[in-house]
């Protein structure tokens, strides 16, 4: 444990000393809350804007006030700024700071407390998080996820239910699946963003102020806005300065999209396989291994699936740091924001990482179209071919399943057996029964909105390519 003896002095005027060092250590929360400090910063300076506006504040005090905010945004920017665990946060690192240059900053804590200063902090720093992610990075991933299947428009894969060869997907139809979900997750991020998009400065430590802030200013020099773009303030100073639903909205937006990019991953696993073959992920997104010299191991893949875990775990940290936790804020509240951190860091690097691996993944043809000439996959095509000869779909289910079985015990593809074998099993099997198996007819036909028909693959294919323009 720490030393005992060098106590800081207290700041406050209730305490005659600081807390010992292994108390500071134990409460500090600057060694990772000061990844707010742009925020903060921006925050400090409407507040004081408004403080001059209602006269707290002259205007040469809130003029040498945003100058030393300024002079400590560079210092912090250029690496510069010390940073003292024992203030705890990054908000009293700054304004102490702040104080110790210019005197008025002594007055720049009027009508606010840490409370509302770190929930303002937070949706701010979170906004810029989200709006990142759903303009750039979300959409960057889906564009990746368009191209491979642009470059490979022509290739078909088997797809599967329950892991086994059910109906043949061109492999674009299956790249395109994660880009609707992508599409979905983007969706709930902005659903987010307009939720946590409402100003809670002016909440003060639970009760408001009695003096004239004026919230309606800080909220419009911030940019908090409701959907006809009117300020927006928070209505509750009890629910402001307590309210983390935001975060755990944000948390759970990101565990889904961790588990959606953990399928993608594991996809892209059993494709560069030696079983599967299908593809060939570039050596850069790869690893050997230490001891058998002919690996090649998809570790990024292996990874984004992996780290699924710790997201969805940072979504359970907040939900139980927040159950039963009476009102208003509480000192539990400062673990939110590792939490908070680590999904959204997490999230954005598996989001860039997967997408720069697509672009250096190359399709293996042969293997794609090996896999896709199984005939057993167009089964359901033989018997749509019954039903449209006006069998029950349940009778031509069991006549193609008689089919099956007799070329399982002819040893030979099910498209293999013969116009007379079939016709043999089931007088209604047409002199035609067999076109079914051309997976180039079959592929056409499948062209209802949605499915993987040939047209339709490439109508969705530039439907993506126009709204990811
Ligand atoms: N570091 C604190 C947190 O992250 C800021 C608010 C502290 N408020 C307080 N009353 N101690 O939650």
């Known amino acids: 444990m720490g030393k005992r003896t060098s106590r800081p002095v207290s700041r406050s005027g209730r305490f005659t000393r600081g807390p010992g060092a292994d108390v500071a250590r134990f409460t500090e929360s600057v060694s ?3 990844r707010l400090w742009r925020h903060d910063l921006q925050g400090s300076l409407a507040h004081a804007r408004m403080l ?5 504040l002259t205007k040469a005090e809130c003029k040498a006030i945003a ?15 010390r940073w003292k665990p024992e203030l705890e946060d990054v908000h009293m690192n700054i304004e102490a700071e702040l104080t110790r240059r210019v005197p008025a900053g002594a007055k720049l804590h009027t009508g606010r407390s840490r409370n509302d200063q770190v929930a303002l902090d937070v949706r701010m720093w979170l906004r810029d998080e989200i709006t990142e992610l759903v303009t750039i990075e979300l959409p960057d991933l889906q564009r990746a996820l368009v191209e491979l299947g642009e470059r490979n428009q022509a290739i078909i894969i088997p797809g599967y239910t329950h892991l086994q060869r059910a109906q043949p997907v061109y492999l674009a139809h299956h790249l395109l699946a994660y880009v609707e979900m992508l599409a979905r997750d983007n969706s709930r991020f902005s659903g987010c963003f307009s939720r946590l998009n409402v100003c809670p400065l002016g909440s003060g430590a639970i009760a408001g102020s009695t003096l004239p802030l004026d919230r309606q200013f800080v909220a419009e020099q911030l940019g908090f806005k409701d959907s006809k773009g009117r300020p927006a303030v928070s209505q509750n100073s009890m629910d402001a300065v307590s309210d983390r639903d935001f975060m755990v ?25 030696s079983e599967f073959n299908f593809i060939k992920i570039a050596d850069a997104y790869t690893t050997g291994s230490s001891l058998m010299p002919q690996k090649k ?9 992996g780290k699924t875990g710790r997201v969805y775990g940072n979504l359970m940290a907040l939900l139980t ?5 009476p009102m208003t804020y509480n000192r539990d509240l400062q673990e939110d ?6 999904t959204a ?3 954005r690097s598996c989001v860039r990482l997967m997408a720069a691996m697509l672009r250096h993944t190359k399709v293996n043809a042969a293997a794609c179209t090996a896999a896709a000439s199984d005939s057993t996959l167009l089964a359901t095509d033989l018997a749509d071919h019954l039903v449209r000869r006006g069998m029950p779909f349940r009778l031509a289910h069991h006549a193609v399943g008689t089919a099956v079985a007799l070329a399982e015990k002819l040893g030979k593809p099910l498209g293999d057996l013969t116009a007379a074998e079939l016709k043999s099993l089931n007088a209604a099997f047409g002199k035609d029964a067999k076109d079914c198996f051309s997976l180039v007819r079959a592929m056409a036909r499948r062209n209802l909105t949605g499915a993987p028909g040939t047209k339709e693959v490439a109508k969705q294919l530039a439907r993506w390519r126009r709204l990811l323009a």
Not at 52 to 56: A, D, E, H, S, W
Not at 71 to 76: C, F, K, L, S, V
Not at 255 to 261: I, Q, S
Not at 337 to 342: M, N
């Open 297 to 305: 191991n998809p570790d990024i893949a292996e990874l984004t699936r």
């Open 337 to 342: 924001k590792e939490r908070l951190f680590d």
């Open 67 to 81: 100058k030393g905010l300024e002079q400590i945004y560079a210092e912090i920017e250029a690496g510069k700024f």
């Open 32 to 34: 990772f809350d000061w």
């Open 345 to 347: 860091d997490t999230v």
């Open 52 to 56: 001059q506006r209602i006269g707290v």
């Open 321 to 325: 740091l927040l159950k039963g936790l």
């Open 249 to 273: 909205e944000f948390c759970a937006t990101g565990a889904l999209l961790a588990a959606h990019l953990s399928r993608l991953a594991e996809d892209l696993i059993l494709w560069a396989s």
